[in-house]
Each structure stands twice: as C-alpha cells, then as structure tokens.
C-alpha cells in the first residue's frame, strides 16, 4: 500500500489536491503527452503548468470553479456533478456524464 | 577508506557500495539493455545523473517541482480490502470505499475498479455484480475510473480452461498443435474481454486498463491489441490504456503477427507503436527487475529501456512501477527510498508522462 503513495509523493500530481486528474484525462481524451496535457489544463484553468500540482493554488480555484475538491466542503459539487463541471470545463464528453443526460432526459 | 553509499539489491536488502561502484553498476546495466533491445544506452550525463539520484543523502526524492507527472492505478481497491495474494493490506471496505480512499486520502491521478480475481476471464459469471459497482463509483468519483484486469491467457488452457495446454504439447513436440491451441484461446480472450467492456462501457465506466498484457506470451499480446482494436472502434471515446508484464513479448506461438509485424521478440520501443496503432491512449511499458542485481544496475537498464519507449512511442506512456518492475525491488513492501528514487529517475532520465 505505502508504494503508490510514494509514487504519488514523489513524483505525481496527487489528483484532485491539484491538478492531476484533469491532465490524466486529457492524456486519456485526446492521447496528449505530458507537456501538451499540462499546457492545455493550465490554458484552460487561467494559471502556469507548475501551479497544476501545487495544493495552494488549485484549493480555490477547484472549489472556485466547482469541479470537485479534496475536503468535503458542504454544497460544493461531487462525483458526478463534478465531471459534468469538468466536461465544460475542459470542453470533453466524460461517459457517464453521457449516461446521465440519458437517463435523466 | 572510501565512503559508501546505501542502495538495495533488486530483491529489497539494504546493501552499501562505493560511488564508483554504483556507476559501474549504472552503466552495466544500461550496457545490458543498450545490447539486448538494440537501443542507446544512457549518456554519461545520464548516468551522472542517476547516480546522484541514488546516493542522494535523504531518505526520500522526489521530482524537481514542476515535473509531476499523473499516477494511474492498477489493481484498483483490492490493494485495500484484498488479501496478501494481491498485495492487499487486508481493511474490509467496499469497492467504492476502497476507490474513494484513493481519490480522497492518497491523491490518485486515476483509479479503477478491479475484480478480486483480476483477470477478465472469470469476470463474466459476475459481470451485473461488476457492473453494478462501476455504476455507483462512477456516480461518486470524480478522476478518471477505469476497469482493469489481466487478459491472463493462461486460465483458458488446460486444467483451468477449454483448450490443450501448449506446454504440454510442447514438450510432445506437437508444435503446430500447440499453436492453434494458443490461436484459439486469443480468440476467446477477444471474445471475452470485448464482451466485458461492451457491459462496463454501457453503464458510464470512462474506460479500461488491460493490465499485464503478454504475461502468457504472444498469445496473450495478439489478443489483447485485437482487443483494443475492436473497443476502439466500437467506443471511439473509450479510455485505454495497455500494460505490459515484461519488457520482452515471449514467443510461445512464435508467428502471430498484429499489423504485419511479428509480435514475439518485441522490445518496449517496438511494442509502443503497435499499442498506438491498435487503438490504445496509453502505453505502460514495462521492465522486469533481476533480484540478484543491484537497484543501480536494475534502475540503469530499466531507464535505457523506458527512454527508447518513450521516444518510439507517439501516445503517452505511464511506465509501470510496481513491485519487481521499473526498477523497483521485487518484494511486496519496497523500501521507500528505492521506490522514490526509481520514480524520480524515470521522470527526470527516461522521460515518461506518468507512472
């Protein structure tokens, strides 16, 4: 158990206390290298690609922006309701997203 | 007497060598893979590098700040509810708990939802079960969620599944008959695998991890990236992602071919082109770590190799960094110090886009 929070303390983007779960998606989304991943997150939010792992800055603007944040602040958006947040932010279809328009119509 | 330096063998005990020592062992093991996969080896500054890296003073490293890169995850939740045969620390949680303790306690980049089984084959008797599970994590998750399993080749051979196990007839020498039992298992794991994510796709999961691919061979590769082939043109937007279990795709059958290219004998440099081709939107290439070396000549040829994928491949590659692989020791509690080091090596020298 402690090996991938190693990792993740040692060189990852520790998801959404930052920025890491945007640019994991565009990798996935649209096959971008990592370079091309942070710029187009960084673009995106308004702020430098080192601001995309630095806790301090993303805090607010996650909370700002209402696309999920790692405390569980009453009444900001979760699960769901946060990546369909993402999918406009980032301008993506996220599947179920996709899958919850349909069921909810 | 010269100072020395604490480093680890590749199977985790502490060990202590000289400067010049590590280096030789860097550059041997740089050597190994530079000779076997018919690549670069690491320059001198490159292993400069490595080797300060390994002797650095502190317990930990990490990467220089604004080098991070995403941390995806295999085996999903089982590493918290799992028993000791996945490396599971054993804490009854659901599936769901176990995922968002990744998301929300240890700073996952991406998570997924795993079978305790972890191979696809056995997932189809409990697939609404599955289903139902990455439905709800879906609701509640917030980063990437993909399903991950091993394509496993081997649980559709003899005793464990329909056909003839083809080291058996191997050591029968009824060669020809062992290929067509290897031929005919990939076109079930096909079958199986596209299946499975045909459900999962359906009830909102962003994607899959094909986890360990080539662990059975070339039976096993041929399969997975026909896989990956048939998801891809069903669900353009479906994520990817195809890892490896060795750095050497082993030749059981010895003539499947994917794309026109022979799949046995594939190093990681050319195994990345025809992951992309497939369909796939990230590579996780692997590089096995040998338990008698040092973590210095394991992390020299782990690096040489990682470095040929990354510049080969044109999708982004998060190389895998888990037990016994990516330079890391081989034992199911690696020492932080060698874990961290691997990682910020593979960041900094090799260059991949994630781990």
New interface residues.
């Given amino acids: ?17 930052a920025a ?2 945007l ?3 565009m ?3 649209k ?4 370079g091309e ?1 942070k710029d187009f997150v960084a673009k995106k939010l308004g702020v430098s ?2 601001d ?2 630095d806790e301090y800055v993303m805090r607010e603007l996650r909370e700002e922006l209402d ?2 944040v ?1 405390t ?1 602040v009453p009444g900001c958006a ?3 309701a ?2 369909m947040n ?1 999918e406009k932010l980032l301008g993506i ?8 328009r349909e069921i909810t119509g | 007497m010269a100072t020395e330096y604490f480093l680890r063998m590749g199977d985790g005990q502490k060990i202590f060598m000289t400067k010049e020592d590590i280096r030789a062992d860097i550059e041997a093991g740089s050597a190994d893979a530079a000779d076997l996969g018919d690549i670069p080896a690491l320059t001198e500054d490159q292993m400069d590098k490595m080797l300060d890296i390994i002797i650095s003073p502190g317990r930990i490293v990490g990467v220089e700040p604004g080098m991070e890169v995403p941390v995806t995850h295999d085996i999903g939740a089982i590493r918290i509810d799992g028993d000791q045969g996945n490396s599971g620390v054993g804490i009854p949680s659901s599936r769901l708990v176990g995922s968002m303790m990744h998301e929300r306690a240890f700073g996952a980049d991406t998570m997924e939802l795993g079978h305790i089984d972890y191979s696809y084959k056995p997932v189809k008797p409990v697939i609404s079960q599955e289903c139902q599970t990455m439905e709800v994590c879906q609701q509640n998750m917030i980063i990437p969620m993909l399903y991950g399993a091993m394509p496993n080749m081997g649980l559709y051979y003899t005793p464990d599944g329909p056909f003839e196990n083809p080291g058996d007839l191997m050591k029968a020498f009824k060669i020809s008959e062992a290929q067509d039992s290897i031929f005919h298992a990939a076109e079930h794991g096909i079958r199986d695998m596209v299946w499975i994510m045909q459900r999962l796709q359906h009830v909102g999961c962003d994607g899959v991890n094909f986890d360990t691919i080539g662990a059975a061979g070339d039976g096993d590769m041929y399969a997975s990236l026909n896989s990956i082939e048939a998801l891809r043109k069903e669900f353009p937007g479906i994520y990817i992602e195809a890892g490896m279990a060795g750095e050497l795709v082993l030749g059981m059958h010895g003539e499947l071919e994917y794309d026109g290219t022979v799949l046995a004998g594939l190093w990681p440099h050319q195994q990345a082109p025809l992951i992309a081709k497939a369909g796939a939107n990230v590579f996780g290439p692997v590089c096995n770590t040998n338990t008698s070396r040092t973590s210095a000549w394991n992390l020299g040829r782990s690096v040489t190799f990682m470095k040929a994928a990354v510049e080969a491949s044109t999708i982004p590659c998060h190389v895998d960094m888990g037990m016994g692989v990516g330079g890391i020791p081989m034992l199911e509690t690696p020492p932080i110090d060698a874990v961290t080091r691997a990682s910020k090596a593979m960041v900094e020298i090799a260059g991949v886009d994630g781990i």
């Fill in positions: 158990m402690g090996m991938p929070i190693a990792h993740i303390m040692a060189s990852g983007m520790t998801g959404i206390r890491g779960d640019v994991a998606r990798q996935f989304d096959n971008m290298r990592i991943a690609t080192a995309l792992s696309i999920g790692i569980s979760k699960g769901i946060a990546k993402i279809d996220i599947n179920c997203c996709d899958k919850f």
